[in-house]
């Protein structure tokens, strides 16, 4: 251990620390760029022969040794030199400076060796307040100009806080052009200040190493190995934009809000909140049972979302933008199916003397009831078929749901201690009341089919997909005979017109009136149904209804698309002439679903998207009676969300956060040199079609061990960036929001920002007396902890500069500002 003097303050520093970080951790803050928290600062990285920045080839001397920034310098006594902090190793009885005239000329004199390789005209202009950087008034070139990031920028604060009185050199523009061709990562080495913490943290960190530097007439050039990312061997991860002080390395796919939503997509996206990088992660180390725990943490139905999930998540996985996305459902179906652990259950808590009813058993309803009775309520489920499972049951068939898995989900829900009661219609609300029922969560689904709205669809050939898919789910059967239409293009189309194939129709024809990228119905289901030889006919919709002898006929007329309708999709448009006759046995009727509640019920139908339709009276809705038709994780969620809500209700505090796994630190580095890059998507093997259609066996066989370990290894980890530590800056000029602290305020005009107890931003106003508004707020009370202040006459427009700069960061106004919303 060693004993050190910084600016007369005795430290003690434990193990072989450099004076930086010893400063730094005593609170000391000492100016730097090069050196980041994350990286080991002792190391050296050796300029390469070669590096490439897109097409463009740098060469230069091999073997160099980065010099560093030079804005750490510290003066030590008893030595002339002065010191680079971020390479000398604090030693016993040191005596160290960190503030002087010569260490402020010198690292003014370093910082301009720094701007000048860098743009940097708005960080020295007098009309920067209010301006967007992209009209300028004095007419100073874009190119000269500060980047996006301006006002959030590492090296704007460092700069600002070593001072520019010194003046700084012309910036000759260097017009590199930008790399916003590749995948998810932009690169402007316009703006590249050569510091390496992108190098060293590709190499050391990620051990990826698809970075380098060259060394070009004394100027340090940063690139890539190969002329493009990918051939470098980049994961694609993100860590080298995180760690980056400036604009030359950015997120090409940002977007306004908070970054981790639009950084890890898949998470961001799923309405139910799933850890989805979490578990992944588990199932690539082989830990299943831990993966598994993951996302009980969040749903009670691990095993169903693992075979029915709409997997949004997908859809947005940033994998996909550089070929195909993770298979991400498939891989939650692998940690339930391959642990050896059965899914975890939560603890209950105390019993409360409170009674929830629950109308439905479906996704929602049952999801709701899970957590209520985790939370001590008394909880019973009224189910009006003679099964459980709602939609989960009657609408999705057991080839793509096998019963023994939904029965095994709905066991471990009742073993918990939840009633359910089948063959239990609820027509009124008021009855539960009398019965002692503190509150009542209805997700009684959308049972009732849409009808064609054409002459002759009353025919006893049409049925509803609906009605068909719940009496063949029930055991009831229906006759459909060798030739069956289906109208619609939404999962109950794909998935009667696939029972009607393995009920034994011959041919089975599925009829949509717009194309197939509107389609509604999973891709994948589509693809099924294909394969196993439904017919899917694009562009036409039925006009009319004749049944002869026993026989549908159809009339047919085809479509154009017109014009984007409400439904954001091409409007389907009539073409004259184009009538034609079908003939069927059957004709399935599957263009949407609808509520079919008692009138008793007293729930109006445009109740919107409210959760709580009469918090006096204890009336809450959830799941598809609330959104419409949508999918098992939507209905989920909504039940997640009546379950907080009816808790809170109840007089709790709406808490169903579960622990199941506790976090660990994930290892940041990925030393699979690209292996998993090249890695295309894993197949999810199905039975053969012909052996599909002549059962209703699981026709999905999911991943196997080996198969969905190398699927999971695809994943770029997008969370783990957030694992990174964050880069020191220069100290804010936030105050303590004191009675002493505001008397010494200045009476002028100017800008104040109010912090909370987190010091993030709380309130930005502009005011003409700085003093007397900021003691108002004082004396007002509230969540404001800290406070910091700019003296600007032009407060108005400085007000505005740092209300834009909050919002394009968070994506919303701060929390003291939400009155003034409609003035930005």
């Known amino acids: ?73 510290v003066e030590i006594e008893g030595q002339e030199d002065l010191f680079r902090s971020c390479k000398t190793l604090a030693q016993d009885g040191m005596r160290v400076r960190t503030d ?135 994961q694609f991860c993100g860590f080298c934009v995180e760690i980056c002080p400036t604009g030359a390395l950015m997120d090409s796919d940002v977007d306004v809000g908070e970054r981790e939503a639009y950084l890890v997509p898949c998470k961001g996206s799923c309405p139910a909140e799933i850890d989805v990088p979490r578990y992944i992660r588990y199932i690539m180390e082989g830990e299943f049972e831990k993966a598994l725990g993951v996302v009980c943490e969040k749903v009670p139905f691990p095993k169903v979302l693992g075979r029915v999930c709409f997997h949004p998540c997908e859809a947005k996985c940033r994998r996909g933008r550089l070929d195909e996305p993770v298979a991400i459902c498939a891989l939650k179906r692998t940690a339930a199916d391959l642990s050896e652990a059965p899914p975890p259950s939560p603890s209950l808590r105390k019993k409360t003397d409170k009674k929830v009813a629950v109308i439905g058993s479906g996704p929602a309803g049952l999801t709701a009831a899970y957590y209520l009775n985790m939370l001590g309520h008394s909880t019973s489920v009224f189910e009006t078929l003679p099964e459980i499972g709602g939609m989960l049951r009657v609408g999705i068939p057991a080839y793509r749901l096998p019963r023994d898995v939904l029965d095994g989900e709905i066991k471990r829900i009742e073993d918990a201690g939840v009633e359910i009661q089948v063959n239990h219609p609820i027509d009124s609300l008021e009855k539960l009341f009398s019965k002692g029922f503190d509150a009542i969560f209805v997700a009684a689904g959308n049972h009732k089919g849409l009808a064609l709205g054409i002459p002759g669809e009353e025919s006893k050939c049409v049925v509803e997909g609906v009605t068909f898919l719940k009496n063949e789910n029930l055991g009831l059967g229906v006759s459909i005979g060798e030739r069956v239409a289906v109208i619609g293009g939404g999962n109950v189309a794909t998935d009667s017109a696939r029972t009607a194939l393995r009920k034994g129709a011959r041919e089975v024809t599925v009829f949509y009136r717009r194309t197939r990228d509107e389609m509604p119905a999973y891709d994948e289901e589509i693809e099924a149904a294909l394969e196993e030889g439904v017919e899917i006919e694009y562009m036409v919709a039925p006009k009319g209804i004749k049944e002869v002898n026993g026989v549908v006929e159809i009339e047919f007329i085809r479509m154009k698309m017109g014009d984007i309708d409400s439904s954001k999709r091409p409007r389907p448009i009539p073409i004259d002439g184009s009538e034609h006759v079908l003939e069927f046995d059957t004709l399935i009727s599957a263009i949407g679903q609808s509520p079919d509640l008692p009138a008793d019920f007293r729930i109006p139908s445009d109740y919107g998207t409210e959760v709580n339709v009469n918090p006096a009276e204890g009336i809450f809705i959830g799941g598809d009676l609330l959104t419409g038709p949508k999918t098992v994780i939507d209905a989920i969620a909504g039940g997640r969300r009546g379950a907080v809500l009816v808790d809170r209700f109840l007089g709790g505090k709406g808490d169903i956060d579960l622990v199941f796994v506790e976090k660990d630190s994930p290892r940041l580095g990925n030393f699979s040199n690209g292996k998993n890059m090249e890695q295309g998507r894993t197949s999810i093997q199905m039975l053969p079609a012909q052996e599909r259609i002549s059962n209703f066996s699981e026709a999905s066989l999911g991943l196997g061990e080996p198969a969905a370990m190398t699927e999971a290894g695809r994943c770029l980890g997008c969370d783990l960036r957030f694992q990174i530590e964050t880069a020191v800056l220069p100290p804010e000029r936030w105050l303590g929001l004191t009675e002493e602290n505001i008397q010494g305020l200045p009476q002028t005009e100017g800008v104040y920002v109010l912090y909370d107890e987190q010091k993030e931003v709380y309130q930005i106003t502009g005011v003409e007396n700085i003093r007397q508004a900021i003691m108002e707020e004082f004396e007002k009370g509230g969540m404001a902890i800290y406070f910091s202040y700019e003296e600007d006459e032009m407060f108005t427009t400085k007000e505005r500069q740092l209300m834009q700069q909050y919002m394009k960061k968070h994506g919303k106004m701060p929390p003291g500002n939400d009155l003034m919303d409609d003035l930005f």
């Open 1 to 73: 251990m060693a004993c050190i003097a910084l600016d007369g303050k005795e430290i003690e520093a434990l193990g072989d620390k450099t004076i930086l970080q010893v400063a730094l951790g005593a609170g000391i803050y000492i100016p730097h760029l090069c050196f980041h928290p994350q990286l080991d600062s002792l190391s050296e990285i050796g300029s390469l022969e070669r590096v490439y920045q897109g097409d463009k080839e740098w060469t230069g001397k091999e073997g160099e040794v980065f010099e560093g920034c030079n804005l750490c310098l």
């Open 100 to 234: 002087s005239a010569e260490l402020k000329r010198a690292r003014q004199e370093n910082l301009a060796n720094i701007l000048e390789r860098h743009p940097h005209a708005c960080l020295v202009c007098p009309q920067v307040q209010g301006c967007d950087r992209k009209v300028c008034s004095i007419h100073i070139p874009e190119e000269e100009r500060c980047c996006s990031k301006f006002g959030n920028c590492e090296l704007q604060k460092v700069a600002e806080y070593i001072g520019m009185e010194m003046g700084l050199p012309p910036y000759v523009p260097l017009n590199i052009p930008v790399i916003d061709n590749e995948p998810l990562i932009q690169r402007d080495y316009n703006l590249c200040i050569g510091c390496l913490r992108c190098v060293e943290i590709c190499k050391d960190i990620k051990g990826a190493d698809a970075l380098g530097f060259t060394v070009e007439d004394g100027r340090v050039v940063v690139g890539s190995k190969e002329p493009t990312l990918k051939e470098s061997g980049c």
